[in-house]
């Protein structure tokens, strides 16, 4: 503080800092302290087969989906804003992918690019209201809950004549190349080379238990890493922390606040985009129920990882980790002898537990007391 | 260091071209008069203290020195010329930079991420173009060295900081940017003593870098103990320009104080003011 302080190196001074104290100030601690507790919980209470291989997919799975909008939620959330519009995006996302493939036939090299186009202008339509009005993302974006998921379900009686339901994109998709890119299992090859020499578990006639690892947990992985370099290296990921820090500073400083903001909303419906594409392939058909109220589970899994509410903290890696813990509490329930309505129960309680654990974490970082 | 003495001051020669140069400014809102008829002047290496009550005007003055709010009458001459900037960004770019109480720092990010906020560097091309988040740290550590504040570690948040530390990371990040008019917006206001002595001792440091410093305050002891010339603002007119030592503390209070006071002063002191 004065100037009689010795100068020292800046290394020295990191070192001063101990490991532990760093790692709690990290926004991720808490998400990977939870996975910890979640797992160890459910090693003593959930029959042995949840963590054998077949049985961490099986809770990886529904936690990729749920991943891929969790980690698009966090970086909004990052950025200040709310999207509680990215579950009825799925939907719509979907209908406008089942459109593209089943009503005019296109092949999916055309049809999922289009599909992440629109999405990202439905993005960009919600992001340039709360932009332009100044309104609070959590009013417009509750508006777009309720606009999509209706035009989801109108849309799909207009495609399908009459029912909520558009089925037969397995059919029409089978035998596009670009199919397995977003469905089915990745590395067959790797597995069925494992089961060969006895590395996986194997049924009785020599094919392995697990075929591949589900595209969707690879897209999950990619995406995680992808959003976590983008945030900690790069200019962008320092507009978005302080866009959601203090967008009036952040714009005195030259930070260009509304295209960051509005570029988030569009990323945003295009992680549910890419998850309408792969439950819809996967699925072979497109309903009006397509993420119903993942909004708020993503949102869950987002302040899980660390996310602040009120924006400018969080971190996509920690949303990878409050996604994992959401599918292993709704799937690892199943291997125990809980009632499985336990679930929400669980869930709420984790929320609350995260909420107060971040605020904490938040004051430590600032220095409040 | 609340010793004066410790403070060389600017002692800039009356030659010495000043950066920005202010006559007789007006600027008038609808029918309200703001800015009544202000000189003022800045000069490479100086503090120059504007000191005014609330109300006098000076955050009209600041948003016409930067450029936000052209004069109604007047002249405003930036290195000689006329100056005409659109926008805040220009006058930046140009190098006036005005650090407002606010300070436009984020609390929850890191002192680098502050510091390169929005002008943040890179390395690589393409798609591998990234915040050079390594260079970031270096310079900013060495930028607080140079200011007198040693940090734990770059990534430590700004909010983990004191008021004082904080605005002296503004200042250092204006003047990094190369700022040459660094105009600072009550910058003790909200400080304790120890706090503010460490902002006056980096406005030392600042001027004694050739950047001229134009020190907005309504507090006379700060003021005089970096101050190398003193104008007072009132009603939105300046009543002219000191020199230090030419004038005393219990002067400039007067001054600030307006009209009355200073009939008042006149009488007692003989006419000396």
């Known amino acids: 503080m004065s100037d ?21 100030k990290r926004p991720e601690l808490g998400a990977i302290a939870g996975v910890v507790l979640v797992a160890i919980f459910f090693l003593i209470t959930a029959d042995s087969a949840m963590f054998t291989t077949s049985g961490i997919i099986n809770f990886l799975t529904p936690a990729a989906q749920l991943g891929i909008l969790a980690i698009g939620a966090s970086m909004l959330m990052i950025g200040g804003e709310f999207d509680l519009s990215i579950g009825s995006m799925v939907a719509f996302a979907g209908l406008f992918f089942g459109i593209c493939v089943m009503v005019w036939g296109l092949p999916l090299i055309i049809a999922i690019p289009m599909t992440f186009l629109f999405s990202a202008f439905v993005g960009a339509i919600n992001g340039t209201i709360v932009i332009r ?13 309720f606009i999509l998921r209706g035009l989801s379900l109108v849309g799909l009686k207009w495609a399908s004549g009459g029912s909520t339901q558009l089925r037969g994109v397995r059919d029409a998709t089978e035998n596009d190349w670009l199919a397995p890119i977003f469905s089915g299992d990745a590395f067959p090859a790797l597995f069925a080379w494992l089961a060969e020499h006895d590395l996986v578990e194997t049924f009785k006639n020599g094919t392995p238990k697990v075929t591949g690892i589900p595209v969707e947990i690879i897209w999950f992985v990619l995406l995680a890493l992808v959003a976590t370099y983008i945030l900690l290296r790069t200019p962008a990921g320092n507009w978005i922390f302080a866009a959601g820090g203090d967008a009036d500073a952040a714009s005195n400083s030259g930070v260009p606040v509304k295209r960051v903001k509005v570029s988030l909303f569009m990323v945003t419906a295009c992680c549910a985009a890419l998850v309408a594409i792969i439950t819809v ?19 869950i899994a987002a302040v899980i990882g660390g996310c602040l509410l009120t924006g400018g903290y969080g971190s996509a890696i920690g949303a990878f980790f409050g996604s994992i813990i959401f599918g292993m509490v709704v799937i690892g329930l199943t291997y125990t002898n809980f009632d499985q309505d336990w679930f929400q129960v669980f869930l709420g309680g984790m929320l609350l537990i995260a909420v107060l654990f971040n605020n904490a974490i938040r004051k430590r970082v600032t220095g409040e007391r | 260091m609340t010793d004066n003495s410790k403070f060389h001051h600017g002692d800039v020669d009356d030659s010495v071209a000043p950066i920005v140069q202010m006559k007789d400014i007006e600027k008038h809102f609808g029918n309200i008069i703001a800015l009544a008829g202000v000189s003022f002047d800045i000069r490479p290496g100086e503090c120059h203290c504007l000191l005014g009550d609330n109300g006098a005007g000076k955050s009209t003055f600041i948003k016409t020195m930067s450029g936000v709010h052209q004069p109604t009458h007047g002249e405003i001459l930036f290195e000689g010329k006329p100056m005409s900037f659109a926008t805040p960004r220009d006058s930046m770019e140009a190098g006036i930079a005005t650090v407002f109480q606010d300070l436009a720092m ?3 990010m890191s002192v680098a991420r502050n510091f390169f906020m929005g002008r943040e560097p890179t390395k690589g091309r393409g798609l591998a173009k990234r915040f050079d988040v390594d260079r970031a740290n270096e310079i900013t550590m ?20 004191s008021g004082g530390e904080r605005q002296t990371v503004a200042i250092a990040r204006a003047v990094y940017f190369g700022a ?7 910058p003790t206001s909200a400080l304790g003593v120890r706090q503010t002595s460490n902002v006056l001792a980096t406005i030392d440091k600042v001027r004694s870098q050739g950047v001229g410093v134009v020190f907005i305050s309504h507090n006379v002891r700060h003021a ?10 009132n009603r939105g007119k300046t009543l002219g320009t000191a020199k230090r030592g030419e004038i005393t503390p219990e002067e400039l209070q007067d001054l600030m104080a307006g009209g009355q006071e200073l009939a008042q002063l006149e009488g007692s002191l003989g006419g000396t003011v």
């Open chain 1, 4 to 24: 009689t302080t010795p100068h020292t190196t800046a290394d020295e001074r990191i070192k001063a800092e101990p490991l532990f104290s760093r790692l709690m």
């Open chain 2, 142 to 161: 060495a930028e607080m060295r140079k200011m007198g504040i040693n940090l734990r570690a770059p990534d430590q948040a700004v909010g983990t900081l």
């Open chain 2, 180 to 186: 040459k008019v660094l105009i600072l917006d009550e």
């Open chain 1, 281 to 299: 392939i996967d699925a072979g058909s497109t309903d009006a129920r397509r993420g119903f109220q993942k909004e708020f589970e993503a949102i």
């Open chain 2, 106 to 108: 984020i609390p929850l």
């Open chain 2, 224 to 233: 005089l103990a970096v101050g190398d010339r003193f104008t007072v603002l």
């Open chain 1, 133 to 145: 009005s100044g309104l609070p993302s959590f009013i417009v974006t509750l508006a777009f809950l």
